[in-house]
């Protein structure tokens, strides 16, 4: 007789046996139709169906990494929202931040977030950060079939390595492309419509011995920048209250930048922008 009929409150045998300690390869199993990627379109591009988010930054400091991104989400040339949230804890020492068709970018960190934490409760110990990026970039190879009818989703990963030699070096950054390709960046990046004017930010102000609060203001003027020349970043809206997410990963640990000092900062460069405007 059928186990599953005999008893029928027993777990299918891809919960109990030995197996990958792989979240994403357990779902394959069991609900494949859940996986982003599985999931059946209608033919055509489908990029103006759906929010997208823009823009995210990552910058080495030497305590680490700081990571920002500002909260609009638009359609079409429509805002679809203005306080979205595209930066996220990955986990205790990485962070990751999406920009893309929204919907899917927010249910890939979440499944990201499961990912990692099925595999350190299996295994005991946490993968490595480069093995953490490894990983994100098989989820972006997986989601290949609707990116390509334009749902695309493009992380930019980054964290703490506790296995580097010297704190100097922890702090890393790693880019994709939509189909997966993962690259290790220098010192910082930025993802989305708005990266162009972000990186050309950070390219003029980056330096090798940031501390964490000169990164955190780089992170805000860059993002300052992008919204002033790409209509689908949002700069600091002092009317709602509405200013970048920023976060941090350090020896310490991920960390979100309280509110009220993000304020305080975007106040001070939409200060300092008002005396001189054009830079």
Do not use: W
């Amino acid at each position: 007789m059928n186990a599953r009929m005999e008893y029928p409150g027993r777990l299918p045998d891809a919960f109990t046996s030995v197996g990958s300690s792989s979240f994403i390869d357990l779902v394959t199993q069991v609900a494949p139709d859940l996986l982003p990627g599985r999931r059946p379109l209608p033919p055509g591009d489908l990029s103006d169906t759906a929010p997208h988010g823009t823009t995210i930054v990552a910058l080495r400091c030497d305590e680490g990494i700081v990571m920002a991104g500002d909260r609009r989400a638009t359609q079409g040339n429509m805002i679809s929202s203005r306080d979205i949230k595209k930066v996220f804890f990955a986990d205790a020492y990485s962070l990751i931040g999406i920009a893309g068709t929204a919907g899917i970018g927010l249910e890939m960190v979440r499944l990201y977030q499961a990912e990692l934490e099925h595999f350190e409760k299996l295994e005991g110990s946490a993968l490595s950060l480069h093995g953490k990026a490894n990983k994100l970039a098989n989820m972006i190879r997986g989601n290949l079939g609707i990116a390509l009818q334009g749902l695309a989703v493009v992380p930019l990963f980054a964290g703490f390595d506790v296995d580097a030699r010297d704190t100097a070096s922890a702090g890393r950054i790693f880019s994709y492309d939509v189909a997966g390709g993962l690259y290790e960046e220098r010192n910082y990046d930025a993802i989305g419509s708005g990266s162009i004017f972000a990186k050309s930010a950070l390219k003029k102000r980056f330096h090798g011995s940031l501390d964490t609060d000169e990164a955190v203001r780089l992170a805000i003027e860059s993002l300052y920048d992008a919204a002033d020349d790409d209509s689908a970043t949002g700069g600091p809206d002092t009317t709602r209250g509405l200013y970048p997410i920023v976060m941090t990963a350090t020896a310490q640990g991920t960390r979100e930048i309280p509110h009220e000092r993000v304020e305080q900062v975007a106040r001070e460069v939409l200060d300092a922008r008002a005396e001189n405007p054009g830079g």
